[in-house]
Antibody, heavy 122, light 111 residues
Framework: QVQLVQSGSELKKPGASVKVSCKAS????????MNWVRQAPGQGLEWMGW????????TYAQGFTGRFVFSLDTSVSTAYLQISSLKAEDTAVYYC???????????????WGQGTLVTVSS | QSVLTQPPSVSGAPGQRVTISCTGS?????????VHWYQQLPGTAPKLLIY???NRPSGVPDRFSGSKSGTSASLAISGLQAEDEADYYC???????????FGTGTKVTVL
């Protein structure tokens, strides 16, 4: 079955970096867009952007430029989210979610990874 | 701050029908972009509930239905059950932001 499995929870100090992985299975990884979504504690869903899994070209939403980097390792069907210079306000659950094939404005997200909690605290 | 507005909460007794609105603007829903809905049970990842305004993925009960008109969309849950207690989010595309957007989210409580 189509599945996205993310890496485990992370506890980081302010200023550090973190890399979250999202391993896909059950479909052709390079055929579908991969999106990233953030959910701060007790808050709603926020779309961070997406990466073209065929070309590796990332697109970042407003507010997610500079410290956020999307990348791929297509040999192991895995997408990555790296966040640098971590701040307390980066504390959130980060989800990967499959988009369309190819990515289009009408797209929905399905399935989702189980989420990775990143906690930033000194 | 989301560009799609939902009521913070709705509630109903078991068996009742509840609706959740998702209000957008001329740059998203009003521009003709599709609306999709997700259900997030406590402590779990969101799950696709409705896609393309009114389509149900395989496995989603027909108690859930979606519609869209003008700059708004709605999710209806009929025959409310205790297991429907969750947060619900709408999602669409916004041409002004050049990206996807989520609604503010609605918590459904079964009384």
């Amino acid at each position: 079955q189509v599945q996205l499995v993310q890496s485990g929870s992370e506890l980081k100090k302010p200023g550090a970096s973190v890399k979250v992985s999202c391993k896909a299975s059950g479909y052709t990884f390079t055929s579908y867009a991969m999106n990233w979504v953030r959910q701060a504690p007790g808050q709603g869903l926020e779309w961070m952007g997406w990466i073209n899994t065929n070309t590796g070209n990332p697109t970042y939403a407003q507010g997610f430029t500079g410290r956020f980097v999307f990348s791929l390792d297509t040999s192991v069907s895995t997408a990555y989210l790296q966040i640098s210079s971590l701040k307390a306000e980066d504390t959130a659950v980060y989800y990967c979610a499959r988009g369309g094939a190819p990515a289009m404005r009408k797209d929905w997200f399905d399935p989702w990874g189980q989420g990775t909690l990143v906690t930033v605290s000194s | 701050q989301s560009v799609l507005t939902q009521p913070p909460s709705v509630s109903g007794a078991p068996g009742q029908r509840v609706t959740i609105s998702c209000t957008g603007s001329s740059s998203n829903i009003g521009a003709g972009y599709d609306v999709h809905w997700y259900q997030q049970l406590p402590g779990t990842a969101p799950k696709l509930l409705i896609y393309g305004n009114s389509n149900r993925p395989s496995g989603v009960p027909d108690r859930f239905s979606g519609s869209k008109s003008g700059t708004s969309a709605s999710l209806a849950i009929s025959g409310l059950q205790a297991e429907d207690e969750a947060d619900y989010y709408c999602q669409s595309y916004d041409s002004s932001l050049s990206g996807y957007v989520f609604g503010t989210g609605t918590k459904v409580t079964v009384l």
